[in-house]
């Protein structure tokens, strides 16, 4: 059997104008070809499909038959069709985004979610909050289409673009005499009891932070060691000792504690998209991508 959608498509522009004429007029073709197709499409099928007169045109009970699944096959094909265009421009799919604990207090990062969420509501966020070190295994497998983390020491796999660089702050309790500084420096904080990751949580801050600290010969004395920064967050506003996050954070205020700014300039940290260089981004994921890039970049 050898049937064609363009066959099917013949027989239901005859069924439905029950005339040759009209029908070839209907799809722009000569009327002698629209009969022959016809012709061979019965041929193809065993059946009778039209009963024709020399002044009429009418559906067979098996023409009927085949007009109502062939108006069903066409109807699936063209629903294909738009699946699959929808899937190529990223309007469907799935997003599979990893990310840090501090990306969703970056406006850039929050403001991509909300466009791309309105843009694309068919598209299946998958989202896994997950520390910077941890991200790169499935990045570089494939499990994660995009990585939101602090900058850090990659592997020849994976590719990264900078979307914030944002100044650290330091967390004073507000009754500490330091919290009434415009500025203070690292040295300052270091004579201070210090609230910090726990190095085997596997952040990308605890690198960033105590990579500056080393740099300016400053050891803190850690008295506490915490897995997330919303932990370290209450703990100094519970005056347990002073610390230092991003600048994103800033967006929690809370009356017990405050923000200040940190004298040495390379006080700073930075926020990266990562993806692999190896595996084909989606569409969903490359559009995420370029919203997420022209944000960071004012564009």
């Known amino acids: 059997m050898n049937i064609e959608l363009r066959h099917l498509r013949y027989f239901v522009a005859v069924a439905e104008e029950l005339h040759f004429g009209r029908a070839a007029a209907r799809l722009n073709i000569s009327q002698p070809p629209l009969s022959q197709q016809i012709q061979a499409l019965e041929q193809q099928?065993?059946?009778?499909?039209?009963?024709?007169?020399?002044?009429?045109?009418?559906?067979t009970a098996a023409g009927r038959q085949f007009l109502a699944d062939s108006r069903q096959i066409?109807?699936?094909?063209?629903e294909?069709?738009?699946?699959?265009?929808?899937?190529?421009?990223?309007?469907t799919g799935e997003l599979r985004l990893g990310f840090t604990s501090s990306a969703p207090f970056i406006r850039a990062i929050s403001h991509t979610l909300s466009t791309f969420r309105r843009l694309s509501p068919d598209v299946h966020i998958q989202t896994r909050e997950i520390n910077t070190r941890e991200q790169i295994v499935p990045l570089s497998e494939g499990s994660l289409d995009l990585g939101l983390m602090r900058n850090t020491q990659l592997p020849d796999t994976l590719a990264w673009q900078q979307v914030l660089r944002e100044p650290l702050l330091a967390m004073i309790h507000r009754d500490h005499p330091l919290a009434a500084k415009a500025v203070v420096s690292l040295t300052e904080l270091a004579q201070e009891p210090f609230v910090f990751f726990d190095p085997r949580v596997g952040t990308g801050l605890y690198d960033d932070i105590l990579g500056l600290l080393r740099r300016y010969g400053?050891?803190?004395?850690?008295?506490?060691?915490?897995?997330?920064?919303?932990?370290?967050?209450?703990?100094?506003?519970?005056?347990?000792?002073v610390s230092i996050l991003p600048a994103s954070f800033k967006r929690l205020q809370l009356n017990e504690m405050r923000w200040v700014a940190i004298a040495e300039p390379d006080a700073v940290s930075e926020m990266w998209?990562?993806?692999?260089?190896h595996h084909e981004l989606s569409a969903a994921a490359q559009r995420f991508k370029k919203l997420l890039?022209?944000?960071?970049?004012?564009g």
């Open 80 to 91: 294909a069709a738009a699946r699959a265009e929808r899937l190529h421009h990223g309007e």
């Open 273 to 277: 998209l990562v993806w692999s260089k």
């Open 218 to 241: 400053v050891t803190p004395v850690i008295t506490q060691e915490v897995g997330e920064a919303m932990t370290i967050i209450g703990l100094v506003a519970a005056g347990l000792g």
């Open 293 to 298: 890039i022209d944000a960071s970049s004012g």
């Open 74 to 78: 066409l109807g699936l094909v063209e």
């Open 45 to 59: 099928v065993g059946a009778r499909l039209l009963a024709r007169t020399n002044r009429s045109v009418g559906l």
